[in-house]
């Protein structure tokens, strides 16, 4: 079956500093999605991917999907305390089909 | 977006009872999701619940096990029956957006089985 990864697991980031995390698909992927979830929270829905090579920005938070549609990388730029959460990407396979969640990026920020 | 309330938000039950978690939503969505998220861990779906038709369940989650009702296009219920500690973790169910696919989730219920 469909399997997504994610790496790194844990991701401990001094407050002010850049950091990537990075998503990688078993098979080719219609969209690919990222969720933000704070502790204690449910994950919550930041950015939709369709296009190969497509790339987008939310402030601080820069999304890239990957030229073969397999992988994905969320990149934070000047990292906040508010950034603190985890990060999951997720992938869709067909249009309108379910989404396979990767294992998710653990954000931990030192100020 | 849509705005999802699950019921109840939290519950310890004993081994081999059965709890129904019930999911809300406030305007009517065509497909809605079951998942459950162990403690630390990433969400695994256990089935999709279509209005209308029987719930499509994902490998190792079973219907004896985990039956949901679909009665109208904003509700559902996931109930997880004779329960043993292993199924202690936190349910979520989610409707897909209208135009595009991305995914509302509800707070969870977090489950707790001694």
């Known amino acids: 079956g469909q399997q997504v990864m994610q790496i790194p697991q844990y991701q401990h980031v001094q407050e002010g500093e850049d950091f990537t995390t990075y998503c990688n698909s078993s098979t080719t992927l219609s969209n690919i999605q990222w969720y933000k979830q704070r502790p204690g929270g449910h994950p919550v829905f930041l950015i939709q991917l369709v296009k190969s090579g497509e790339v987008k920005k939310q402030k601080r938070l820069t999304f890239q999907f990957g030229e073969a549609k397999k992988n994905s990388s969320l990149h934070i730029t000047a990292t906040q305390t508010t950034d603190v959460g985890t990060y999951f990407c997720?992938?869709?396979?067909?249009?309108?089909?379910?989404?396979?969640f990767g294992g998710g990026t653990r954000v931990l920020v030192k100020p | 977006s849509a705005v999802i309330s699950q019921k109840p938000s939290r519950d310890i039950c004993q081994r081999g009872t059965s709890l129904t978690i019930q999911c809300q939503v406030d305007s009517q969505v065509t497909m809605m999701f079951w998942y459950r998220q162990q403690p630390g861990q990433s969400l695994t779906l256990i089935a999709t619940?279509?209005?209308?038709?029987?719930?499509?369940?994902e490998s190792g989650f079973v219907i004896d096990k985990f039956p949901i009702s679909r009665p109208n296009l904003t509700f559902s219920t996931l109930t997880v029956s004779n329960m043993s500690p292993e199924d202690s973790s936190i349910y979520l169910c989610?409707?897909?957006?209208?135009?595009?696919?991305?995914?509302?989730f509800g707070p969870g219920t977090r489950l707790t089985v001694t």
């Open positions: 989610s409707v897909q957006g209208g135009r595009s696919y991305e995914q509302y």
């Open positions: 997720a992938g869709m396979k067909a249009a309108g089909n379910k989404l396979t």
């Open positions: 619940a279509n209005q209308g038709s029987e719930a499509t369940y």
